[in-house]
């Protein structure tokens, strides 16, 4: 579910600013998230609050946040993927 959150599902798609290669995205408008390697908490402070010009994801559910956070830390492999 998180890495359909995060190419399509989310409005809008993280895939339109971020570059994840477990995504095969290429954005260029916000952080290279294999580079930063956000874990759990990071994502979800970012989906939840905003970050910058990220403004926050309110019409996800506490499942979709949730499974959109730890798909991005997975996939960066950060040192914490769970919450």
Known sequence: MGKALFTQGAEPSCSICHTLADAETMGEIGPNLDTMRPDYDRVMRALVNGVGPM?????LTDEELDAL?????????????EP
């Open 69 to 81: 956070s730890h798909y991005v830390a997975s996939a960066t492999k950060a040192d914490n993927v």
């Open 55 to 59: 403004t926050p994801y309110d019409s």
